[in-house]
Nanobody, 130 residues
Framework: QVVLVESGGGSVQAGGNLRLSCAAS??????????MGWIRQAPGKEREGVAG???????RYGDSGKGRFTISRDSAKNMAYLQMDNLKSEDTAMYYC??????????????????????RGQGTQVTVSS
């Protein structure tokens, strides 16, 4: 059972930056076999995919993540990150680390939408005030 634990959320003013971290554990093989991603859910809205990253570094971004957010991963630490710059009030949401475990080999093509991930963390709140 893959366990994901997020950290790094908080309250910032518009224009500020935050870096979210996600510690992954419980996977049976190499960290590269995990497709990692970040999804978010704002109050009253559906969950949306923010960014995804494959085991070899291929990245994809949703509309909400393009241009201001950067996803990355550190295989030595079994960690994934989401650097969020120039935050806006509309970025206020609960952010979840998400993952999918590939059956064999590294994750080449990560998902993005919430339904593409099999595991999800408890979430970390990000609040941006204008």
């Amino acid at each position: 059972q893959v366990v994901l634990v997020e950290s790094g959320g908080g309250s910032v003013q518009a224009g500020g930056n935050l870096r979210l971290s996600c510690a992954a554990s419980g996977f049976p093989s190499n960290f590269s076999s995990l497709c990692m991603g970040w999804i978010r859910q704002a109050p009253g809205k559906e969950r949306e995919g923010v960014a995804g990253i494959g085991g070899l570094g291929f990245v994809r971004y949703g509309d909400s993540g393009k241009g201001r957010f950067t996803i990355s991963r550190d295989s030595a630490k079994n960690m994934a990150y989401l650097q969020m710059d120039n935050l806006k009030s509309e970025d206020t949401a609960m952010y979840y680390c998400a993952a999918t475990l590939t059956r064999a080999g590294p994750c080449y093509n990560p998902g993005l939408g919430p339904a593409t991930f099999n595991f999800r963390g408890q979430g970390t709140q990000v609040t941006v005030s204008s």
